[in-house]
């Protein structure tokens, strides 16, 4: 890990003081585990006397450089998990949020992560598990935000249509993207203009839904009964925002290309439009500007860095393409 890596550095006894000052004074704990595997909030697990098991999460240190989309985020996935709960998409039980502080305690799952276990589950499940996990994140898009964009306090990219808002959201991308001195496939000024140019077919977005836009197979539990899998919760609502609902397939479709129309299926019950796929495609070089700035700033290791990057770059240059860049 190197220096630039933003995780907090925590040890069993902060964690255990963190849950004892939000959950209960005299509480004991039996267990600890720390999660190496993320590079942006710490999270850690405790078991505790009473018989529940938590995680903990606790953001960056707000003195830290950060992407300009990542402010707040902690207060992102409280939102998101509030709302995202209250609207019955399973996630996990929330015990504890403080926005402020930039720590969230929540019920440990009893599954486990879908890459995990892909490989045992049978390819006929596999597409009822895709159709299922598409259906439930369709819950999100039932949450309506007061504007659209990221749902911060500064109000930055909040707008009142969806142009807007999302030219705000690349633009930022593209600003710490053109700080870092980081290549792109096209001109940063070509893809401003692209998505300047597409706000008639994103204004057909009249409603800001919530979508959580991090539903890679990592954030998604499964979880076996007997002989048949099934989703257990989504996890990890900090790159949250209110938007367009097809951006919800972006991460769920960072999956083999033949079972992406299960988890379609699901989600909306009929195939994508040519202007959703359109849209889309746009979401998706969102993501990807995303992917490719991030490794400035998370402390990857040299071959993780080269990975992500060319991948993210890869994608980019196919939809640039497509979209006549």
Known sequence: MSEVAIRPRLDRADVEALVRG???????????????????????????????????????????????????????????????????????????????????????LAGVPLPKVRE???????????????????????????????????GRTTADTWSAAFRMMVDDVLDDIEEQGTALPRPVAAIRALVRAEHVLLDEVQRPALVHFDLWDG?????????????????????????????????????????????????????????????????RTYIMLILVAECKVRGFDPEQEANQTKWATETLERDLTAFGL
Request: net charge negative; glycine share 10%; aromatic share 10%.
């Open 120 to 154: 045992e589950i049978p390819a006929d499940q596999l597409l009822l598990l895709r159709k299922e996990i598409g259906a439930a994140s369709a819950g999100y898009a039932t949450v309506t935000g007061a504007h659209f964009g990221y749902p911060r306090a500064s």
């Open 219 to 283: 954030n998604i539990f499964v979880k076996r009964e007997g002989d048949r899998w099934s989703l257990e919760a989504f996890i990890d609502g900090e790159r949250a925002f209110y938007g367009d609902p097809i951006a919800e397939l972006v991460s769920l479709q960072m999956i083999p290309e033949a079972e992406f129309p299960a988890v379609v299926d699901g989600f909306l019950g009929r195939p994508l439009t040519a202007g959703e796929e359109r849209r889309l495609a746009l979401y």
């Open 22 to 108: 939000a959950l209960g004074a005299d509480l004991e704990f039996t267990a600890h585990e720390e999660f190496k595997d993320g590079f942006f909030n710490a999270a850690h697990a405790l078991a505790i006397t009473d018989g529940r098991r938590v995680v903990v999460k606790v953001a960056p240190d707000r003195g830290l450089k950060l992407l300009r989309y990542e402010v707040d985020l902690m207060a992102t996935e409280i939102e998101c998990f509030e709302r995202g709960i209250a609207a019955g998409v399973p996630m996990p039980r929330l015990w504890h949020a403080d926005p402020e502080g930039g720590v969230i305690i929540i019920d440990r």
